[in-house]
Structure formats: C-alpha cells, structure tokens
C-alpha cells in the first residue's frame, strides 16, 4: 500500500491510499490531480478518515490525513476550517 500526497503552495492538497498489494505483476499507475487554489469558500475532500466500526472514533490510519491538514493549516496562518462529516447509522 502507498500513500500518496500532492501538495503545492497555496493550493488545497490530495491524497490517496493506492494498494497494490492483489497486484502480481508490473502495473503503472497514472493519475490525473487538479489541487484548487486556496481562496474564500474553497472546498475540498479528506480521502483518508476512517472511523472504527460502530463508533465515532478515529482509526490511526486516519492521523497522516489530519497532520497534513494541519500542516496546511501552518502554512496559512489566517485560513479556517468547517468540517462536515457523515458515517453510516452503526
């Protein structure tokens, strides 16, 4: 499994989880990413948050995610967040 991340000032970051593990023979991976730039009312996804089953809680998977939300964070001192979320009903 990789995990992938594309950052670039001033710009929102992605990430992604590719596995490869069910792979048995040499495979390219291409991707397509378009980061947006950071302004007012820009929105963007968490690929990597995942919750334990049946609970709220957060699973250490989902640490590197949230570190790089904070690094962003950082980097733009004057920047806020809103965090919406769903999970399913267990």
Do not use: C, Q, W
């Not at 963007?44 to 919750?51: G, H």
């Not at 570190?67 to 965090?83: A, C, D, F, T, Y």
């Amino acid at each position: 499994k990789y995990d992938v991340s594309v950052v670039a000032k001033g710009h929102t970051f992605e990430s992604e989880v590719i596995d490869l593990e069910n792979v048995l023979k040499y495979k390219t991976v291409k991707k397509e990413i378009k980061l947006k730039p950071l302004k007012v009312n820009t929105s963007f996804t968490l690929n990597n948050i995942f919750f334990d089953f049946d609970s709220s809680s957060l699973t250490k998977e989902s640490e590197l995610e949230l570190e790089r939300v904070v690094e962003l964070m950082n980097s733009n001192p004057g920047m806020s967040v809103e965090i919406s979320a769903h999970t399913d009903d267990k």
